[in-house]
């Protein structure tokens, strides 16, 4: 099983910048994808952007242009560059691992993302 860390989350003023990061207790580059989803008080949780063990990414339509996915093999970690922040993007924000055959996902415990003035 893939243990899932998450941190760098926080309160933010709008047109701000975070960076998430998600350690993993594996090797990345073994794991089929690793995304990064959100989920706002109310709603349903939803996928913000991801990579594949290829390097391919894609995003989110209300992302694009202002996250960034991207990873450090050396340190099995994934990051979510996220500028221009503005409110709606205020959630918890999950990083998820797919592996295996099957496939199988495991998720982290979130991190909050707080955009307000």
């Known amino acids: 099983q893939v243990q899932l860390v998450e941190s760098g989350g926080g309160l933010v003023q709008p047109g701000g910048s975070l960076r998430l990061s998600c350690s993993a207790s594996?090797?990345?580059?073994?794991?089929?994808?690793m995304g990064w989803y959100r989920q706002a008080p109310g709603k349903e949780r939803e996928l913000v952007a991801a990579i594949t063990r290829g390097g391919s990414t894609n995003y989110a339509d209300s992302v694009k242009g202002r996250f960034t996915i991207s990873r450090d093999s050396a340190k099995n970690t994934v990051y979510l560059q996220m500028n221009s922040l503005k409110p709606e993007d205020t959630a918890v924000y999950y990083c998820?691992?797919?592996?295996?055959?099957?496939?199988?996902?495991?998720w982290g415990q979130g991190t909050q993302v707080t955009v307000s003035s």
């Open positions: 594996r090797n990345i580059l073994v794991i089929n994808a």
């Open positions: 998820k691992a797919t592996y295996g055959l099957v496939p199988i996902d495991s």
